[in-house]
């Protein structure tokens, strides 16, 4: 199984939140055809689809929970990635 589906599906799953690293949330996202813009420690996410903006930023090297739920969110409303984590 591929990073990518190991990510999708621990985010799609939300067990485990704020046990996912924050670099392989930026890492599926671009992945995911997001746009990433950087500043400071803000990591701000686009795509030309998705009306929200996400805008994350690492507690420590993880994820912070909300943020995951917030992904998560997205990601089943829009249906990206939902089926590829099977």
């Known amino acids: 199984m591929s990073q990518y589906k190991k990510t999708i599906q621990q985010i ?4 485990a939140d704020a046990s996912i ?3 392989d949330i930026v890492s599926l996202l671009k992945h995911l055809d ?9 990591h701000i996410f686009t795509r030309r689809d998705v009306a929200e903006i ?3 930023q690492p507690k420590g090297a993880m994820g912070k929970a909300y943020q995951v739920k ?5 990601l089943l409303k829009y249906k990206i990635g939902v ?3 099977e």
């Open 70 to 74: 917030q992904i998560r969110g997205i």
């Open 34 to 42: 997001f746009l990433v813009r950087i500043r400071g420690d803000h």
């Open 21 to 23: 690293k924050f670099g």
């Open 83 to 85: 089926g590829d984590h």
């Open 54 to 56: 996400l805008n994350l």
């Open 12 to 15: 799609l799953s939300g067990q």
